[in-house]
């Protein structure tokens, strides 16, 4: 079976840094995204990792390990805005994306 | 970015009645393109691959009967969901993109009586 899991909640306060870690077991991988979904609203995407290594932009930056089947994303400079809830997807075959667990993340002032 | 709409963005139908959902990619073509379902603090499902010009491709417990999907042309997918019971009252969201970023419309939220 395929399986995305992730923590199902996190809690920082503002200006704190968080991790929100994914382990990954699918029949295909060509890579990891990360999007993040605030209550009522539609994922948005926020990184994408096809390689080994870290990526960056700006206060967001994901991680990949393709041999521990593992990623990561961190967020710093925590904003209460961050609050929302944040999937990561593997890119299986055909472009289509099987989403995580989800994590729910609390930022607190 | 590229921009995905979605209507109707709610509906209330009554048991038995099917419940028709647009999805457009505005400004750009999309060959492919995506219909997720996502029950109440729940993560978001596949459902099928809509594909334009041949038939969908449905995930494993998906009644393709009971969830048409019509690829008709490169920038609009529907999703029929026929006889509607109050199970499949969810948040259907449907996306398109590119292999790096799929762009996610804002959703159709469901309530069957």
């Known amino acids: 079976g395929q399986s995305l899991e992730q923590p199902s909640e996190v809690t920082a306060v503002e200006g704190a840094i968080v991790q929100i870690n994914c382990t990954y077991q699918t029949s295909g991988f060509y890579g990891l995204s990360w999007y993040q979904q605030h209550d009522g609203g539609a994922p948005t995407f926020l990184s994408y990792n096809a390689l080994d290594g870290l990526e960056e932009t700006g206060r967001f930056s994901s991680f990949l390990s393709r041999s521990d089947s593992y990623g990561y994303l961190l967020l710093q400079e925590l904003q209460m805005k961050d609050s929302a809830s944040y999937f990561c997807a593997v890119r299986s075959y055909t472009d289509k994306l099987i989403f995580g667990t989800g994590t729910r993340l609390q930022v607190f002032p | 970015g590229a921009v995905v709409s979605q209507h109707p963005s709610w509906v209330i139908c009554k048991s038995g009645t099917s419940v028709k959902i647009e999805c457009r990619s505005l400004d750009f073509q999309a060959t492919t393109m995506f219909w997720y379902r996502q029950f109440p603090k729940q993560s978001l499902m596949l459902m099928a691959t809509s594909n334009e010009g041949s038939k969908a491709t449905y995930e494993q417990g998906v009644e393709k009967d009971k969830f048409l999907i019509n690829h008709a042309s490169l920038t609009l997918s529907t999703l029929t969901v026929t006889s509607a019971h109050p199970e499949d009252s969810s948040f259907y969201i449907c996306?398109?993109?590119?292999?790096?970023?799929?762009?996610f419309g804002p959703g159709t939220r469901l309530l069957v009586l």
């Open positions: 996306s398109a993109g590119g292999e790096e970023t799929q762009y």
